[in-house]
C-alpha cells in the first residue's frame, strides 16, 4: 500500500493543524494507521495509532489530550488533528500502515510508510 502524507507547515506555539494521510486504492479498513514524527538527531517516535479494530486509538503521553487521530473509511484517509501545538512538536511526521490490529510502537513493527511531512512550531 502506498501512503501519502500532507498538510505540513510552519505554525506558531498554541496553534492548530491537521494532517492528512491518502492510501489510494487500498483496502483501508483492513489495516490499522498511525502517524510518527522524527526530529532532527532523534529517532522516529510514535505518535497516535488508530486501530482497524473498531478504530481503538491509542497516543503517546506527549501528545494525549491534544492530538486525536480519527479515520475516514469511506476516502481512504486518515488525519491527525494537532491543537495547541509546542515548538518540541517540530519534526518530519510520517503515516504508517500495518496489517496487524495492535502493532507494537516500534516503527520497526510497521510494513507500510509514507514519504513525512514537515511540521515546524515557532515559540
Known amino acids: 500500500v502506498q501512503l501519502q502524507a500532507s498538510g505540513g507547515g510552519l505554525v506558531q506555539a498554541g496553534d492548530s493543524l491537521r494532517l492528512s494521510c491518502a492510501a489510494p486504492?487500498?483496502?483501508?479498513?483492513?489495516?490499522?494507521k498511525a502517524w510518527f514524527r522524527q526530529s532532527p538527531g532523534k529517532e522516529r517516535e510514535f505518535v497516535a495509532r488508530?486501530?482497524?479494530?473498531?478504530?481503538?486509538?491509542y497516543y503517546a503521553d506527549s501528545v494525549e489530550g491534544r492530538f486525536t487521530i480519527s479515520r475516514d473509511i469511506a476516502k481512504n484517509l486518515v488525519y491527525l488533528q494537532m491543537n495547541n501545538l509546542r515548538p518540541e512538536d517540530t519534526a518530519v511526521y510520517y503515516c504508517?500502515?500495518?496489517?496487524?490490529?495492535?502493532?507494537?510502537?516500534?516503527?520497526?513493527?510497521?510494513?507500510?510508510w509514507g514519504q513525512g511531512t514537515q511540521v515546524t512550531v515557532s515559540s
Open positions: 504508517a500502515a500495518d496489517r496487524a490490529p495492535f502493532p507494537a510502537t516500534d516503527p520497526a513493527a510497521w510494513d507500510y
Open positions: 486504492g487500498s483496502a483501508w479498513s483492513t489495516y490499522t
Open positions: 488508530t486501530s482497524k479494530v473498531q478504530g481503538r486509538t
